[in-house]
């Protein structure tokens, strides 16, 4: 597996569940990113880990987004009590270090909120 | 607050010749700038850079020219073929963070 890879690649939930949203980034990467993509937008950004540093969040929209990432390796997006409006494609890359580094994108997750 | 824009939705050039794509960004302290493609159904993949010390990138088909002064920023492919239809976005940083247009979705014609 040489690229990014997430998973699941389609989630569909009810309002008010909670999701978990997983990338594993490409071995040896220690930059990763979240983004999230809102039909007819740009992509987003959520979050931003860099090797044991800790994160910059300032891109999570609400307290209901968290996101860690383990080992400094597999992250895992998680939402609480999800809203209709946070339907969208959620996309995770990863980048050898910070900065001016080619990131690499997973495929995403289509987040579907009933 | 859309920090880079991409105001052509879409654009639809015929094979052979010259496709451009153009960004517009507002902050000044943009230092490094983007262009991604995206197929249906995967991630973006990284194309061409440009730092904002240079005013033009080539890389093979594709040329990435930088006006800093109309803080503006364009992609040319040429000659454009029918494997270049996508979706294309302009990416611009300044430190850890990375601000994309809403993408152009870019058509070939045979």
């Known amino acids: 597996g040489a690229g990014v890879s997430q998973s699941p690649s389609n989630k569909v939930t009810e309002k008010g569940k909670d999701v978990e949203l997983r990338c594993d980034p490409i071995s040896g990467h220690t930059a990763l990113y979240w983004y999230r993509q809102s039909l007819g937008q740009g992509l987003e950004f959520l979050i931003y880990f860099q090797g044991n540093s800790a994160p910059d969040k300032s891109g999570l929209p609400s307290d209901r987004f968290s996101a860690e990432r383990t080992g400094g390796s597999v992250s895992t997006l998680t939402i609480q009590r999800t809203q209709q409006e946070d339907s969208a494609v959620y996309l995770c890359a990863s980048s050898f270090a910070r900065g001016r580094n080619e990131q690499f994108f997973g495929p995403g997750t289509r987040l579907t909120v009933l | 607050d859309q920090q880079v824009k991409q105001n052509s939705p879409s654009l639809s050039v015929q094979e052979g010749r010259i496709s451009i794509l153009n960004c517009d960004y507002t902050n000044s302290m943009f230092d490094y700038f983007l262009w991604y493609k995206k197929y249906p159904a995967e991630g973006p993949t990284f194309l061409i850079s440009?730092?904002?010390?240079?005013d033009k990138n080539e890389d093979g088909r594709f040329t990435v020219f930088l006006n800093k002064s109309a803080k503006h920023l364009s992609l040319h492919i040429v000659p454009s073929q029918p494997g270049d239809s996508a979706v294309y976005f302009c990416?611009?940083?300044?430190?850890?963070?990375?601000?994309f247009g809403t993408g152009t979705s870019l058509t070939v014609i045979p």
């Open positions: 990416a611009a940083s300044a430190g850890n963070q990375f601000y």
């Open positions: 440009i730092s904002s010390i240079k």
